[in-house]
């Protein structure tokens, strides 16, 4: 059984940093594509960041140059690093998984979400 489990999330000031993880078990994590999606209230969940299990990363526009997505397979890991926060930042961030199977065809995993607030 794949679980995802967050971690991280948490209330701060603007222009303040914090540190997401999300430790995957009951599957091999370095043959996954990783990334974290967030969610506001109202609005729907959106990619924030990604990395493939070959390294290549991929960003939303919004936090090019303030966040970083990163993964240690040693410890079946992966991190989201976000800098210089702003109040649009606050969502729920979710973990997510996938495990290609063909070019056009996953296994898809989710984790259960940690909730980031950021204070103007």
């Known amino acids: 059984q794949v679980q995802l489990v967050e971690s991280g999330g948490d209330l701060v000031q603007a222009g303040g940093s914090l540190r997401l993880s999300c430790v995957v078990s009951?599957?091999?994590?370095?043959?996954?594509?990783m990334g974290w999606y967030r969610q506001a209230p109202v609005k729907p969940r959106e990619l924030v960041a990604a990395?493939?299990?070959?390294?290549?990363?991929n960003y939303a526009d919004s936090v090019k140059g303030r966040f970083t997505i990163s993964r240690d397979n040693a410890n079946n890991t992966a991190y989201l690093q976000m800098n210089s926060l702003k109040p649009e930042d606050t969502a729920v961030y979710y973990c997510?998984?996938?495990?290609?199977?063909?070019?056009?065809?996953?296994?898809?995993?989710w984790g259960q979400g940690t909730q980031v607030t950021v204070s103007s």
């Open positions: 997510h998984a996938r495990q290609k199977l063909t070019a056009s065809a996953g296994r898809d995993y």
């Open positions: 009951g599957t091999i994590f370095s043959i996954h594509d």
């Open positions: 990395i493939t299990s070959g390294g290549i990363t």
